[in-house]
Nanobody
């Protein structure tokens, strides 16, 4: 069983930055793929980025160049550093864990078995 706890959401102005954190427990983080997803009001859950120690990282087109995913192995934390935020980045952000691969820019929610509770990100002037 994998447990995931997100934190780090908040409200920022366009152009600002936030760092989201996903703390993992229950399974060694090196055995997992971790994905970040977001869900805007009235829309489906969209893959943003994924990471695994085996495959490295991948980003959706909207995240590439602005977001960075990384691992702090000492904390069992997978973080998502989000820079140059835009109003369209607004939504609830979820981290998720699975055992498939992180090799495509299309981060598929069907590859993930465990989900955190979500953290709200609001980008507005």
């Amino acid at each position: 069983q994998v447990q995931l706890v997100e934190s780090g959401g908040g409200s920022v102005q366009p152009g600002g930055s936030l760092r989201l954190s996903c703390l993992t427990s229950g399974v060694p983080v090196d055995d997992l793929i971790i994905g970040w997803f977001r869900q805007a009001p009235g829309k489906g859950r969209e893959g943003v980025s994924c990471f695994s120690s085996r495959d490295g990282s991948a980003y959706s087109a909207s995240a590439k160049g602005r977001f960075t995913i990384g691992l702090d192995r000492g904390k069992n934390e997978v973080y998502l550093q989000m820079n140059s935020l835009k109003p369209e980045d607004t939504g609830v952000y979820y981290c998720a864990a699975g055992f498939e691969e992180c090799v495509s820019d299309y981060v598929d929610k069907d590859d993930y078995d465990y989900w955190g509770q979500g953290t709200q990100v609001t980008v507005s002037s």
